[in-house]
């Protein structure tokens, strides 16, 4: 079945690049997304990319695809406290048209 | 874009106890609603969608069950609860591109 995997913590110093990096299975895949848990809170669409795209840059946010290796990075551009949450990378499960596989989330923490 | 509510924020129940708890959208109709649940620290597991009124699918066998009886309401439900039952609840509503947006949670705790 569809499977989305992704590393569990990352620790990065406060203004430097976080990069989160994620793998799916699904080959189908039409959509996917990145989405921000906050302590105790649920969760926050931050950004999605279809998959005939390679590259989306949202502020500080870039969003690379490869689809080819099935790979999927988020990138934040001067890491900030405010930035510390779990990371969910999150496909389309192209079989059902209504189900969205999630990873385990990585947490990001930064230290000063 | 659409808005997700839940309600409670946090309930805690004894072992045996019946459940509810209720979702609502707001900003569209017709939506795909999602009922996930979170065990600390771990990632989401998806207990149930709906694409449609009376609609339900479940993913994971268990004690829980859910309906839709209106368009925009989803609701999670209970006979019994167990002790495995608590965990912090998420309720989605699924967008244009399929995004979903998420409720701010049902943290549950079940003594």
């Known amino acids: 079945g569809e499977d989305v995997e992704q590393s569990l913590f990352l620790s990065v110093r406060e203004g430097d690049s976080s990069v989160i990096n994620c793998t799916y299975t699904d080959s189908s895949s039409t959509y996917l997304y990145w989405y921000k848990q906050e302590p105790g809170a649920g969760l926050q669409l931050l950004t999605y990319?279809?998959?005939?795209?390679d590259m989306k840059q949202d502020q500080r946010l870039t969003v690379l695809l490869n689809k080819k290796d099935k790979h999927l990075s988020l990138r934040i551009a001067d890491t900030q406290t405010g930035d510390s949450a779990i990371y969910f990378c999150?496909?389309?499960?192209?079989?059902?048209?209504?189900?969205?596989?999630f990873g385990s989330g990585t947490r990001l923490s930064i230290r000063p | 874009s659409q808005t997700i509510h839940q309600w409670p924020a946090t309930l805690v129940q004894p072992v045996g106890s019946p459940l509810s708890l209720e979702c609502t959208v707001e900003?569209?109709?017709?939506?795909?609603l999602y009922w996930y649940r979170q065990a600390a620290g771990r990632g989401l597991q998806l207990l149930f969608y709906?694409?449609?009124?009376?609609?339900i699918s479940s993913e994971v066998p268990q004690n829980l069950s859910a309906s839709r009886p209106q368009d925009r309401q989803f609701i999670l439900s209970s006979k019994k609860l167990l002790l495995s039952d608590s965990g912090f609840y998420l309720c989605?509503?699924?967008?244009?591109?399929?995004?979903?947006?998420f409720g701010p949670g049902t943290r549950l705790t079940v003594l």
């Open positions: 989605a509503g699924g967008g244009v591109t399929d995004t979903q947006y």
């Open positions: 900003g569209t109709s017709n939506p795909n």
């Open positions: 990319i279809f998959s005939n795209m």
């Open positions: 709906s694409v449609g009124i009376g609609q």
């Open positions: 999150a496909e389309r499960d192209y079989s059902s048209a209504s189900k969205i596989i």
